[in-house]
C-alpha cells in the first residue's frame, strides 16, 4: 500500500510566477489561444463545465488562496482518494498531448503546508528548499 495521500497532474515548464501549470490551467490555456479543435473545444467546455459544478473552486472559499504575495506558490493538489475527478483528468491529458504540452502526474504525501483544504482537494504552498515534495 502507497502512502501517497495527494496527486497533482502539472506541466513540466516553470511559469513566469516560478511555478508548474496545472493540468487545468494548461488546457485553459490553449482554449484561450483557440488551439483547440471544435471537438477538443467541446470536451474542454463540458469537462470545466462538470469541475465547476461538482467540485469547489478554492478561490470562492477564500479569495485569498492563489495570492501570490499572501501564499507565494500556491497550488492544488487532489486527495489521492478522489478517484472520480482523478479519473476525468485523462481526456485533458489526451488533449495536451495532441498539442504537445507536456503534463506529470506526480504524487506526494507531504506535498506543503496546507491553506486550503476541502473533501477532495487541498491547495498547499511549497516547502521551502524543495521540501519533502520535491517536485523535479
Same mark, same amino acid.
Given at each position: 500500500?502507497?502512502?501517497?495521500?495527494?496527486?497533482?497532474f502539472q506541466g513540466?515548464?516553470?511559469?513566469?510566477?516560478?511555478?508548474f501549470?496545472?493540468?487545468?490551467?494548461l488546457?485553459?490555456?490553449?482554449?484561450?489561444?483557440?488551439?483547440?479543435?471544435?471537438?477538443?473545444?467541446?470536451?474542454?467546455?463540458?469537462?470545466?463545465?462538470?469541475?465547476?459544478? %461538482?467540485?469547489a473552486?478554492?478561490?470562492?472559499? @477564500? $479569495?485569498?488562496?492563489?495570492?501570490?504575495?499572501?501564499? +507565494?506558490?500556491?497550488? #492544488?493538489?487532489?486527495?489521492?482518494?478522489?478517484l472520480?475527478?482523478?479519473a476525468?483528468?485523462?481526456?485533458?491529458?489526451?488533449?495536451?498531448?495532441?498539442?504537445?504540452?507536456?503534463?506529470?502526474?506526480?504524487e506526494?504525501? %507531504?506535498?506543503?503546508?496546507?491553506?486550503?483544504? @476541502? $473533501?477532495?482537494?487541498?491547495?498547499?504552498?511549497?516547502? +521551502?528548499?524543495?521540501? #519533502?515534495?520535491?517536485?523535479?
Open positions: 500500500m502507497s502512502d501517497t495521500s495527494y496527486v497533482r513540466t515548464v516553470r511559469s513566469p510566477r516560478g511555478h501549470p496545472g493540468v487545468f490551467a488546457a485553459n490555456g490553449l482554449a484561450r489561444a483557440g488551439r483547440l479543435s471544435d471537438e477538443e473545444h467541446r470536451f474542454w467546455r463540458a469537462g470545466n463545465d462538470w469541475f465547476n459544478a %461538482n467540485y473552486n478554492p478561490s470562492d472559499v @477564500d $479569495p485569498s488562496v492563489y495570492d501570490p504575495e499572501l501564499n +507565494p506558490g500556491a497550488v #492544488a493538489w487532489f486527495k489521492a482518494t478522489s472520480e475527478l482523478i476525468r483528468v485523462d481526456g485533458y491529458l489526451k488533449i495536451l498531448a495532441l498539442h504537445e504540452v507536456a503534463c506529470e502526474r506526480i506526494s504525501s %507531504n506535498p506543503g503546508k496546507i491553506i486550503y483544504e @476541502d $473533501p477532495d482537494q487541498v491547495v498547499v504552498t511549497p516547502w +521551502p528548499h524543495h521540501g #519533502a515534495a520535491q517536485q523535479e
